[in-house]
């Protein structure tokens, strides 16, 4: 992903508060038209709008509809010491029926392999169904078998970014990868503190290159993409984002799984906070979003212009949004949207929003500013927004290593650097604690 020279100059990134360039944010409140919102049922149609602007000019066109299959592959209930029920299932996506049917060459389908850890019930009455967990489905960078060192877990057969380690040998994931990522992934903390962990390879769905919409989701639907007007073509994050709904779609076609359909939350970190952001705006069943890291394209205010900017991200990572979003190249105020909107967007839900504080390619304040100003969408609906200890709007960002999280919105700053660690899943779930056990 190397960025040449001269976009890399061209986009300097700019790291002094000072430079901020005055900006104004568009109103999540004021439809297009310039028609105040001040009733609740005012909202629906506003959100339209707004989902429409971020599928025109950032994250691109997606179809409505999914054909999803599930199977079982393999099920270990003897994880952790027989405390998690591991299941392994293939997730298979046919083209949409909005593709208007398979032309010569069209991928048949798409496998997403899911790993799903539940935990096993104490509570449940010798013959009665234990009663269903909630949980947390994201997508994880490197592969399934990176997220623990179980030799069972079946290794990953997508192309993988070459990492120039013995963990991947010419775009193939190895199985010295096992574990790798499995500080990320606090599995089994996640089922002691009574929530159920899937998660998936994001490769399987969309694999993270620039190839012209040729693999992945993009491959099952050429008519449909070919039928856009070309600066909505979908990015990988579109694609992404449409792989955790297909997910979703599978663990609902599996009530065996003992998983609260109702109660799952999408996580994601960094790209796959982006993700998390648009799968949880796409896709009104998930219960809880939230984003780690996600930074520019995600949590932080474009019209900041600090840390990674617009025009560097299209530059570096071209294929992750729509062409339309190359319009606002240095030219964030004219975006019609911003990530305040992204987030407001999960409302009435709830949204967890967390920064760390030397991550400043992704912009912590510009995350936080965002979170606050998500506020209004909530508060429209009867909720308090992001709120400090004392029940009021926060003028900063929290100290280090604390968090807002009284409100519908809560904003964490851990201490450290870009990377999703055990002190933002504790942040995560206690915030999930108090919406997803309730019944
Ligand atoms: C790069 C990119 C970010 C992205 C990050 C990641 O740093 O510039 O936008 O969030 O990769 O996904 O790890």
């Known amino acids: 992903f190397a960025v040449s020279p001269v976009n890399a100059q061209k986009f300097q990134a700019n790291y002094d508060e000072s430079k901020v360039p005055d900006y104004e944010l568009p109103d999540p ?13 005012q909202w629906p149609d506003r ?36 405390a998690t029920v591991r299941t392994e299932l293939t997730v ?12 010569d060459g069209e991928a048949e389908s798409v496998e997403i392999h899911v790993l799903v850890d539940v935990p096993r019930s104490t509570s449940g009455q010798d013959d009665a169904a234990p009663p269903a967990v909630p949980a947390f489905l994201g997508l994880n960078f490197q592969g399934n078998h990176t997220v623990t060192t179980d030799p ?32 990320r992934w606090p599995i089994e903390m996640l089922n002691q503190r009574g929530y159920a962990n899937i998660t998936a390879y994001y490769g399987d769905i969309d694999p993270d290159f620039d190839d012209g919409f040729e693999n992945g989701l993009h491959g099952l639907m050429p008519e449909f993409i070919a039928g856009l007007p070309p600066e909505q073509r979908p990015g990988s994050i579109a694609a992404w984002s449409y792989g955790l709904s297909c ?16 109660k799952v939350a999408v996580l994601g970190h960094s ?39 617009v025009g560097r991200i299209n530059s570096s990572f071209p294929h992750w949004f729509c062409d339309g979003f190359e319009q606002y190249n240095l030219n964030e105020n004219s975006l019609p949207v911003d990530s305040h909107q992204l987030i407001g967007l999960a409302a009435p839900r709830p949204i967890a929003v967390g920064s760390a504080t030397e991550d400043k390619w992704a912009d912590p304040v510009g995350e936080f500013l965002a979170a606050r100003a998500a506020s209004p969408v909530y508060e429209l609906l009867g909720l308090p927004g992001l709120i400090d200890n004392t029940g009021n709007t926060p003028l900063q960002p929290p100290h280090p290593d ?13 201490r450290g650097g870009h990377d999703l660690a055990e002190h933002d899943w504790r942040r995560y779930l206690d915030f999930a604690d108090r919406f997803l056990k309730q019944d």
């Open 92 to 103: 298979t996506v046919k083209p949409p029926q909005s593709d208007a049917g398979a032309a």
């Open 47 to 82: 959100r339209a709008e707004i989902v429409d602007l971020f599928t025109q000019h950032v994250f691109g066109q997606m179809p409505d509809d999914r054909q999803v299959e599930c199977e079982i592959v393999r099920r270990d209930d003897q994880v952790h010491q027989g």
């Open 152 to 183: 069972k877990v079946r290794i990953t057969q997508s192309w993988v970014r070459d990492r120039r380690n013995e963990t991947t040998e010419e775009n193939r994931a190895t199985a010295a990868g096992r574990g790798v990522a499995a500080s």
């Open 29 to 41: 409140l004021t439809t297009q038209s310039g028609t105040a919102v001040t009733e609740a049922s």
């Open 271 to 309: 790209r796959l906070g982006k993700t998390a952001l648009w799968a949880g705006a796409t896709d009104p069943r998930f219960a809880l979003v939230v984003s780690n890291d996600s930074g520019c394209g995600g949590a932080a205010l474009s019209r900041r212009a600090i840390g990674e900017t």
């Open 247 to 262: 997910i979703l779609d599978a663990i609902e076609m599996t009530p065996d799984l003992g998983i609260d359909i109702s």
């Open 402 to 414: 604390h968090a807002y999280s009284n409100g519908a919105i809560s904003y964490h700053l851990r």
